[in-house]
């Protein structure tokens, strides 16, 4: 279940907003990575003595193989101040209270109680948080200025402080906020379901267009059912009986190791082919060449369902590299970066380029 710990905090690696990076030193293990949330247990400093949870660590993980800080015992943080009453990461030790925009108390409380419409408002659904930077890549080389809000779901990091990309896309200016849904906290704003996420996106935060993907850190079996961002399906019929206009983002790749991954993903033709029951509007990339022939037939599958649209990806390998520069974003998905799996951030791009076609 979880193994604990107990370390001593040598020094701060790095930080950004709400998270801090530590170099931990745990007894007869050496020193490791540790990361620390200072909004629930305080901000650790060197020398303090840390409890941990190296479950992750031990383990092997990739984007979370962190040894987590779970508390500063000898240096708590102060009781929080305010009003909130959304209780997330419920019944788990480390519950969080935070002020829900649809909640009573909160200032949006009148402005979401009736809502019930996006008003036509482009939603762009994707299964990897990998995929938020290179849609707003796509969107914002299209549409320079349009005010993007990120819903980020509970499938994958609860936390969206965990995401550097969050904080580095909202520095840059390329995303203007985040709304956290579910059991997901950390957001700019908090909500109870993705559906009431989706009405404070557009009626609180004024979103122009609102990118929905899971956190960092999905979760995988390798099974046709048993993955978190199959959540993506569930996504559409939301944006849809709420009366957006949703834009399925496919997973596509040519540098998957894994066949199943291969062109379009098993999991976008489950996501979008089987749970998805509203219509949605799927971006299929023109690639070109015999992959791109692949990859248009194998989305097909999916006409009977939804509206194919194809995108051209011309010029979107370029405003890739230049948001990559210019934002100071890492595109990486899997361990690939934009010369190991291009494709994949295209098709990212071509759903961000059509969402700013909507809103001529």
Same mark, same amino acid.
Do not use: C
């Given at each position: ?54 479950? %992750? ?84 080389? %299209? ?47 908090? %909500? ?36 978190? /961002? ?26 998957? *190791? ?19 029951? %509203? ?37 979107? *390998?370029?405003?890739?590299?230049? *948001? ?27 759903? /961000? ?8």
């Amino acid at each position: 279940m979880i193994r604990w710990r107990k370390g001593t905090v040598e020094g701060v690696r790095r930080e950004w907003p709400g998270a801090v990076e530590l170099d931990v030193s745990i007894d007869s293990d050496g020193t490791h990575r540790a990361l620390a949330y200072p909004a629930l247990v305080g901000r650790p400093e060197p020398g303090d003595t840390v409890l941990l949870n190296t479950t %992750a660590l031990a383990m092997g993980l990739g984007t979370g193989g962190y040894a987590m800080v779970v508390a500063v015992p000898d240096r708590l943080p102060p009781d929080p101040q305010g009003p909130g009453h959304l209780v997330k990461a419920r019944y788990t030790p480390l519950q969080a209270t935070l002020l829900g925009a649809d909640e009573q108390d909160s200032p949006h409380h009148e402005v979401l109680r009736d809502a019930d419409s996006l008003d036509g408002t482009p939603v762009v659904v994707a299964d990897l948080h990998s995929a938020l930077p290179p849609i707003l890549a796509g969107l914002l080389a %299209a549409r320079p200025g349009a005010r993007a809000v990120y819903v980020m779901p509970d499938g994958g990091a609860l936390p969206a402080w965990f995401s550097m990309s969050i904080a580095q896309l909202k520095a840059a200016g390329a995303l203007y906020a985040t709304v956290t849904a579910g059991q997901a906290f950390g957001g700019d704003l908090e %909500a109870v379901t993705v559906h009431t996420a989706l009405l404070a996106a557009r009626l609180v935060l004024d979103a122009d267009v609102i990118v929905l993907a899971q956190g960092p850190g999905n979760l995988g079996t390798g099974t046709k059912w048993g993955f978190s /961002g199959v959540s993506a399906g569930e996504a559409i019929n939301a944006v849809a009986v709420l009366g957006g206009r949703p834009v399925a983002s496919l997973r596509v790749s040519d540098g998957d *190791a894994r066949p199943r991954h291969v062109g379009v993903s098993h999991h976008s033709l489950t996501a979008y082919g089987r749970v998805a029951l %509203a219509r949605a509007q799927v971006v299929v990339p023109e690639l070109g060449g015999a992959f791109g022939t692949e990859v248009a037939a194998q989305a097909a599958a999916l006409g009977e369902r939804h509206e194919l649209v194809p995108v051209g990806v011309e010029g979107l *390998a370029e405003a890739l590299a230049a *948001a990559e520069r210019d934002w100071g974003v890492r595109m990486s998905t899997m361990g690939r970066r934009l010369d190991g799996d291009l494709v994949y951030f295209l098709a990212a791009a071509a759903a /961000g380029r059509h969402a700013a076609a909507l809103l001529d």
